[in-house]
């Protein structure tokens, strides 16, 4: 009787804890949709890039993954919406350097999030340079030029960016110290704006993705004169580079997709094996230059963990050899 009671307790047991275990994987993993959340508003260079990894999800996966922008606060809102996600792979996060480096460096444990902890990178997806524009309004038609226009009327050159400490906020203000002008930084709500406000002539210069300036290079509206980054982008042709003129001067943008933290190693490793099939197809590859942008063929959830890992670690050294004054975190 006390081993049939035993037996009885045990399977109650076990059936309590098969049923609470949020880890397992679910094998018809995905048998719905999947969010993708870009934490930018459309019209950046981050979102053609997130739509068009969206697309080939759907087709690898046999399940349509939607875009979501969820925008504000330099990517931290949308970021932190995906760290409170179900850890089920059905809600994803499009990353990159703003949320998920540069803001960790700058404020750790303030952010609701924590990128070290709170997600799993699947892959690396592309690199991108900033590109330096001016509007025609600026008489000058070479970084040189630009610098020494700065120098003589300083606080009266404004440059839009994505938001307070991302990418294109950053590339100013070292650009600021290293040629020694004073820029005003006007900060929007992404590239989108940020980019709109540069064309209405609210500002006078701004740094955009590569990605969301290619084939615009032409406009009237604007001069291209400096990229940042030190890869070469050879569908922006022989632009100046700032990381040759202000050697230092090495900010990129860089995009991947992250899952939440504890999504089951099944599904991870399904994510992971289809990433690794829409990076190494030549077409893709191909779609992401003419986009503006450096694909990246080799990498995996371990790769990418370390990549994040030392790009923040690299954020907080520029933060500290260039004695940046963090504003508080809103």
């Not at 993954?65 to 792979?89: M, Y």
């Not at 960790?104 to 997600?119: C, E, I, V």
């Not at 330096?132 to 003589?152: S, V």
């Not at 032409?218 to 004169?225: L, R």
């Amino acid at each position: 009787m006390i081993v049939n009671n035993l037996f009885k307790l045990l399977c109650v047991v076990a059936l309590i804890l098969s049923s609470c275990c949020g880890f397992a994987a679910d094998p018809s993993y995905p048998n719905r949709s999947i969010k993708l959340v870009i934490p930018y508003p459309p019209g950046g260079g981050i979102d053609p890039a997130g739509r068009i990894i969206a697309y080939a999800l759907s087709q690898q996966l046999g399940q349509q993954v939607f875009v979501e922008n969820i925008s504000g606060a330099s990517g931290q809102i949308g970021t932190a919406t995906v760290a409170r996600s179900k850890a089920d792979g059905y809600t994803l996060l499009f990353g990159s350097v703003a949320p998920n480096a540069i803001l960790p460096a700058a404020y750790g444990t303030q952010l609701l999030y924590d990128a070290k902890k709170s997600f799993i990178p699947i892959a690396k997806v592309a690199e991108s340079n900033y590109v330096l524009l001016i509007n025609k309004t600026i008489p000058a038609n070479t970084l040189e030029e630009l610098i020494k226009y700065a120098q003589a009327n300083p606080g009266k050159i404004s440059y839009s960016s994505s938001g307070i400490l991302s990418g294109p906020h950053l590339a100013g203000e070292l650009l600021a110290k290293m040629a020694n002008i004073d820029l005003l930084h006007v900060p929007y709500k992404g590239n989108g704006p940020s980019f709109t406000a540069f064309l209405a002539g609210d500002v006078n210069l701004t740094f955009d993705s590569a990605g969301g300036v290619v084939g615009k290079k032409q406009d009237e509206k604007f001069k291209v004169i400096a990229i940042t980054g030190s890869p070469e982008l050879p569908a922006l042709g022989n632009i100046p580079n700032l990381s040759k003129m202000y050697p230092g001067h090495n900010v990129f943008q860089w995009y991947g997709l992250l899952a939440v933290q504890n999504t089951p190693d099944d599904v991870v490793r399904k994510l992971s094996m289809a990433m690794d099939t829409i990076m190494k197809n030549p077409e893709m590859r191909k779609k992401i230059i003419e986009m503006g942008l450096i694909p990246v063929a080799d990498s995996n959830p371990n790769l990418f963990q370390v990549f994040v890992n030392d790009e923040i670690d690299r954020w907080k050294q520029i933060f500290s050899n260039y004695r940046f004054e963090i504003p508080a975190l809103r």
